[in-house]
């Protein structure tokens, strides 16, 4: 039991690690805590075949945070996500405006000619107004180092599905929109 667990317990953490770092969704996430526990598992079991106390309380208590985990991103986020979804697919079905969900403002594709373009990271919202006045968007480089950042108004973007399209392909986005500094966005 050993031998495996020396070997479970890291490939688990680090995978799991991976998973929860990229940000890929709440299914991802909170499959990345499925994939904590196991590694805590393991980590507890190989405390217990080597006798280091320790590590084993350490993973008991991690482990019931895994669970919370767990609980929080394939519940209850999960759940939050499908009833945003759920209603904006009402809301296309009726004679109504169409609904898109907030949150996919930090997460939604961005589509040019059925292609991705960049990536929407947020959105400025328009208090007086009641709509977003502009999304800042990623553009380039892996796994945020090397993006580029655009301030895109609002009137440049329409919302499809679950994505929002612009008119402007992948090569024109940083010359017609203003680059931003990730942590230093624009009053207007």
């Known amino acids: 039991m050993e031998s495996i667990a020396t070997w479970v317990a890291p490939a688990a953490t680090t995978i799991a690690a991976l998973m929860t770092a990229s940000n890929l969704g709440s299914r991802v996430t909170g499959y990345g805590f499925v994939v904590f526990t196991v590694g805590s598992i393991a980590w507890t079991a190989l405390g217990v075949a080597t006798g280091q106390s320790n590590l084993v309380w350490q993973n008991i208590i991690l482990t019931a945070l895994n669970l919370f985990g767990i ?55 328009d208090c007086a107004a009641g709509r977003p006045a502009y999304l800042v968007m990623s553009t380039g480089g892996v796994a945020g180092v090397g993006e580029t950042m655009l301030r895109v108004p609002w009137s440049d973007v329409e919302v499809e599905g679950e994505s929002i399209t612009v008119h402007v392909g992948r090569d024109d986005l940083t010359s017609r929109y203003k680059q931003v500094p990730r942590d230093q966005w624009p009053g207007r």
């Open 71 to 125: 609980w929080r991103w394939l519940g209850r986020q999960s759940d939050v996500e499908e009833g945003g979804k759920a209603a904006r697919e009402a809301s296309e079905a009726a004679a109504t405006p169409t609904l898109f969900p907030a949150s996919l403002f930090t997460s939604a594709p961005v589509i040019h000619g059925g292609d991705t373009v960049a990536h929407c990271v947020d959105a400025m919202l």
